[in-house]
């Protein structure tokens, strides 16, 4: 009897040889802001050669050439805040609160498929539920399923009835040893990072955004034992006077930061922390509507957009370090494109501009999660995780709108005109 994971092997070899040069590319440098025309040789799922054509087919004796047609070839998309197992108050929430294990399984492997063919090639999970997010990640890793490479924090800690306590994305904790212990908890299940609600949101009935959820010597003790695991700590919150306690205690990341100061902007520049800013999150009618988010919801989400663009544009002054993040599915099909780049559009628009936002979706969170010498730009060395499309999107950040080949670790997982998905 054949091996499974010898089938595996096979069939990869039989869509994508193990050595082939990308040619007629136009290959984006993230980190410089700039894009060339030029040749990318991958070998083994790995970037062995990029530059001009000429010297890298020399280079890539051998190899199977494939021509991008005059593409735009970038690093694939980075998604920092994600939710495969999302559960919005309403219908549809309800649905998803109804779903076993093994139905929510199969639901966020089908999440997982669908982020990879959008060309988000990494993420980042902020809460999952019952940690089938584990499960979910092993079985990518491992070739089971097709999806992005994930990075993920388990369950967020949440105070009893804090933001999100009422499905099984969070664990509710009190008191410094509660919290100790519920970081403790996810390393041990295999957290790569942890979250922390430190205020309240807009998907709680019972609270508001600006509602103080953790003590000092709460978040000290989650951040803390943390860090001392090696672990970097983000946090849903949206009010300045809250961020700014949690950044002065050691916070990695804000999530949200739908009321930010200029002082504390400034804070967290200084400091380093980083920012997801979801503003997507505050203007999704439409997908509130799709999913029959009640009115409530929809009337504090809406209506706190104008001070969301605020905050953003805060940020952007003091010079916080920027990370693309979606919150709502990334690769939800929305005002004419995925949420991602939508996301990515509105923080564009609203003052990041397009290099800078490509890179806030690949170098910047790679760095973050410490894998920048692996993933997050194209330079020798690192997996050959790729996207292209026909415009360049360091002059207009829409062309991401255009994605219609991907390729993850030397395998390519999507090609419109070859109708290889």
């Known amino acids: ?23 007629a590319a136009r290959i984006v440098d993230v980190g410089a802001g700039t894009s060339a025309l030029g040749a990318i040789w991958v ?22 050439e494939i021509s991008m047609g005059g593409a735009t070839v970038a690093p694939g998309l980075l998604n920092m805040h994600t939710h495969f197992s999302l559960a ?23 999440g997982a498929r669908r982020a990879l063919h959008a060309g988000i090639t990494t993420v980042r999970c902020v809460a999952e539920r019952d940690h089938v997010d584990f499960s979910l990640r092993a079985a990518i890793s491992q070739g089971q399923i097709p999806g992005p490479r994930i990075f993920t924090a388990g369950q967020a800690l949440v105070c009893t009835g804090g933001h999100g306590h009422a499905t099984g994305d969070t664990l509710e904790c009190d008191g ?41 010597a709460e978040m000290i003790a989650a951040i803390e034992t943390a860090h001392a695991w090696g672990r970097k700590v983000t946090a849903h919150a949206g009010p300045a006077a809250i961020i ?11 999530e949200h930061g739908y009321e930010l100061t200029p002082e504390t902007a400034d804070r967290m520049a200084a400091a380093g922390t980083h920012l997801v800013p979801t503003l997507i999150v505050t203007r999704c009618k439409a997908f509130f ?11 504090r989400s809406l209506g706190a957009g104008p001070r969301h663009l605020e905050s953003f544009r805060m940020a952007l002054e003091a010079g916080v370090p920027i990370m693309v993040g979606s919150d709502m599915p990334p690769f939800w099909f929305f005002e004419g494109t995925t949420a991602i780049v939508r996301e990515m559009e509105h923080m564009s628009e609203q003052g990041l501009g397009p290099a800078a936002t490509l890179k806030a979706a690949t170098l910047t969170p790679a760095s ?7 993933i997050g730009s194209i330079d020798v060395g ?32 999507r090609d419109d005109r070859r109708a290889v998905a």
């Open 176 to 216: 410094a040893d509660a919290f100790a212990r519920g970081v403790r908890t996810q390393v041990k299940a295999g957290a790569d990072l942890i979250k922390v609600m430190i205020s309240g949101g807009i998907a709680g009935e019972h609270e508001r955004i600006d509602t103080p959820q953790l003590t000092d």
């Open 368 to 374: 973050w999660l410490g894998v920048d010498d692996e």
């Open 88 to 110: 919005l108050p309403g219908v549809r929430g309800d649905q998803m609160a109804a779903l076993d294990d093994a139905g929510l399984a199969l639901y966020m492997a089908d």
């Open 244 to 254: 700014e306690r949690a950044v002065a205690l050691g916070l990695d990341c804000v």
């Open 1 to 23: 009897m054949t091996d499974p994971a010898a089938l595996r092997s096979v069939a990869s070899v039989a869509t994508t040889p193990a050595s082939v040069v990308l040619t």
């Open 289 to 299: 509507d799709e999913l029959g988010v009640p009115e409530w919801m929809q009337a």
């Open 43 to 64: 070998r083994d799922g790995v970037i062995a050669a990029v530059g001009d054509e000429s010297v890298v087919r020399a280079s890539a004796d051998g190899a199977v």
């Open 382 to 413: 690192k997996r050959a995780d790729l996207i292209a499309m026909d415009a360049d999107p360091l002059e207009d950040i829409s062309a991401l709108r255009g994605i219609r080949w991907v390729m993850q670790g030397g395998d390519v997982v």
